[in-house]
């Protein structure tokens, strides 16, 4: 008699239901390590409600950071004590929230930002990663390339809303981040803000900067930065958060229903 496993098992299916479980083990297992952070949930209805779905949130774990500092996660997080400077348009869980002003400075909506660190993103040197050209003799725009410093900027209203004044590289990944653009308002006061390059369209023949987030009367509106050579985390989320916001408020129009 032969004794051989594969006359009376069939390896090819054993094979197949421990790839299933394999399978469904790290799902599982993913599904519940992207629960470190975010939850639980804030319900609504009760402070008292626990909303994490399945599998629960995971046991808390160390992480080592790059600059020798530890973090848990999950850990206990302050709560967002903000005011939320909307209304919602109905007594229901969920509703769509109303605007009480200007949307785009009170971050409602698509102008929501998260508190992050008011710390700037680092090089593995420690020195920020996002600065202004006016700082980097070694660095310049590529020749082949339309140089925006000088160019006027263009709100949606088809109107000049300031002038290009320098460009911020990103030093890890060498690619303009942000033109600092200089804006007045009706006093003729004076202020530089920072725009997302992914926001700005460079004509480089016309020498022409197109921004269609915002109006150009909204420019001098931007946040600004505490120190006109560094940007913290917090502050680029607040400064993408009103460009953002100024795709669905900038303009009356834009928050009506296109039916």
């Not at 006359?7 to 599904?31: K, P, R, S």
């Not at 999950?74 to 919602?88: L, N, Y």
């Not at 949606?156 to 002038?163: I, P």
């Not at 590289?169 to 006093?187: A, F, G, P, T």
């Amino acid at each position: 008699m032969s004794a051989a496993l594969t006359q009376y098992v069939d390896v090819a299916q054993v094979v197949l239901y421990a790839f299933w479980a394999f399978l469904a083990g790290i799902i599982i297992y993913l599904h519940r390590e992207d629960k470190r952070e975010g939850y639980p949930l804030e319900s609504e209805r009760s402070a008292n409600i626990t909303v994490q779905g399945w599998p629960a949130v995971p046991a808390p774990k160390t992480y080592l950071l790059a600059d020798g500092t530890t973090v848990q996660a999950p850990r206990a997080e302050p709560h967002d004590s903000r005011p939320i400077k909307a209304t919602p348009i109905g007594p229901w869980p969920g509703a769509p929230l109303e605007p009480d002003g200007d949307a785009m400075v009170d971050g409602v909506g698509p102008a929501a930002y998260a508190e992050r660190q008011d710390i700037p993103d680092a090089l593995f040197t420690g020195e920020p990663k996002l600065s202004p050209l006016r700082n980097n003799p070694a660095w310049h725009v590529e020749e082949r390339d339309p140089d925006p410093r000088g160019m006027p900027v263009i709100g949606c209203d088809g109107k000049q809303g300031g002038t290009v004044k320098d460009v911020w590289v990103d030093r890890s990944e060498y690619i303009m981040r942000y033109l600092e653009v200089e804006v007045s308002d009706k006093e003729g006061h004076t202020r530089n803000v920072l725009l997302p390059t992914t926001l700005a369209r460079i004509w480089g023949g016309k020498r022409r900067i197109e921004v269609k987030s915002i109006t150009s009367k909204q420019f001098i509106k931007v946040p600004g930065l505490r120190n006109p050579d560094v940007v913290t985390r917090l502050e680029e989320d607040k400064i993408c958060a009103f460009y953002a916001g100024g795709h669905l408020y900038a303009i009356p129009d834009r928050a009506e229903p296109l039916v």
